[in-house]
């Protein structure tokens, strides 16, 4: 069971800035593609941003600008820095972790992170 260690929610003001973590093991953090989802009230899961194995990344549209997602090697973490935040903004954001293939020992490709809320609000 791969465990997925988010953080870095919390309240902000319309303009500011917060930065969401997510540490999970090495030895699926170099082959894996890593990103970010979000889950707004009332709203689907939609996709924000995308570290993909060979170092390119994907933006939604709306972020563009504002996020940038990046990976720390050292840590085995991919990080979410989230700029100019907006009310729309607001949601519970979700580490994913597609490994790409199905690893020896595991029973899934794809893990989800717990969640950590995003609040935009003055």
């Known amino acids: 069971q791969v465990q997925l260690v988010e953080s870095g929610g919390g309240l902000v003001q319309p303009g500011g800035s917060l930065t969401l973590s997510c540490v999970m093991p090495?030895?699926?953090?170099?082959?894996?593609?890593i990103g970010w989802y979000r889950r707004a009230p009332g709203k689907e899961r939609e996709f924000v941003a995308v570290?993909?194995?060979?170092?390119?990344?994907n933006y939604l549209d709306s972020v563009k600008g504002r996020f940038t997602i990046s990976r720390d090697n050292a840590k085995n973490t991919v990080v979410l820095q989230m700029n100019s935040l907006k009310p729309e903004d607001t949601a519970v954001y979700f580490c994913n972790v597609d490994t790409r293939r199905l690893l020896p020992g595991h029973k899934q490709r794809v893990y989800w992170g717990q969640g950590t809320q995003v609040t935009v609000s003055s």
């Open positions: 570290t993909l194995s060979d170092g390119k990344t």
């Open positions: 090495e030895s699926i953090f170099s082959i894996s593609h």
